[in-house]
Antibody
Framework: EVQLVESGGGLIQPGGSLRLSCAAS????????MNWVRQAPGKGLEWVSV???????KYADSVKGRFTISRDNAKNTVSLQMNSLRAEDTAVYYC?????????????????WGQGTLVTVSS | EIVLTQSPATLSLSPGERATLSCRAS??????LAWYQQKPGQPPRLLIY???NRATGIPARFSGSGSGTDFTLTISSLEPEDFAVYFC??????????FGQGTRLEIK
């Protein structure tokens, strides 16, 4: 059974940094597309970033230059380094895998999800 | 950036009824659209990908249709566990990727 478990969230002041981690089991992160998707409290969903199996990355404009996605193959984890945090970054951050179906793999259809970790940016 | 507009915002129906949810894109996304279900306190669940393909393990009562700018998620006969919030999501010309604002399906 695939499990994704996020950690590292918390309360942080504006301008601060935080590092989120996503630990996978029953699943190899290096063989899959891995994403971060966030959801502000009571709001909709926003895609944040993806890391491809080959290691290339993409970001939403709202976080480009501030957030960095990375992967540790030995630990089977994906991380999101978040710098220069703003109030509008407050959200539950989900780790989510891409989806493979019908013989094709899709980086940005989100199949397996973690339960999320809450990041609150406030003074 | 493509904007996805879902309607209605809230849909009130009874178990056994048919649900029809709409998602309209501000420009064509071809068939590159997915639907998700989200229940309170849970992450979303992928239901439909590429407009009309059911994801792994999704019951046959869920179906998707449409292409270009107009898409529909249909639940043929509502079960009690289907009452939730539904989001559409496009990957037409990503990045960026956008989601609709959601339709709340509530018990009448």
């Amino acid at each position: 059974e695939v499990q994704l478990v996020e950690s590292g969230g918390g309360l942080i002041q504006p301008g601060g940094s935080l590092r989120l981690s996503c630990a996978a089991s029953g699943f190899t992160v290096s063989s899959n597309y891995m994403n971060w998707v966030r959801q502000a409290p009571g709001k909709g969903l926003e895609w944040v970033s993806v890391i491809y199996s080959g290691g290339s990355t993409k970001y939403a404009d709202s976080v480009k230059g501030r957030f960095t996605i990375s992967r540790d193959n030995a630990k089977n984890t994906v991380s999101l380094q978040m710098n220069s945090l703003r109030a509008e970054d407050t959200a539950v951050y989900y780790c989510a895998s891409g989806f493979c179906g019908g013989g094709t793999c899709y980086p940005v259809y989100f199949h397996h999800w973690g339960q999320g970790t809450l990041v609150t940016v406030s003074s | 950036e493509i904007v996805l507009t879902q309607s209605p915002a809230t849909l009130s129906l009874s178990p056994g009824e048919r649900a029809t949810l709409s998602c309209r894109a501000s420009q064509s996304v071809s068939s590159y659209l997915a639907w998700y279900q989200q229940k309170p306190g849970q992450p979303p669940r992928l239901l439909i990908y590429d407009a009309s393909n059911r994801a792994t393990g999704i019951p046959a009562r869920f179906s998707g249709s449409g292409s270009g700018t107009d898409f529909t998620l249909t639940i043929s006969s509502l079960e009690p566990e289907d009452f939730a919030v539904y989001f559409c999501q496009e990957r037409g010309s990503w990045p960026p990727i956008t989601f609709g604002q959601g339709t709340r399906l509530e018990i009448k």
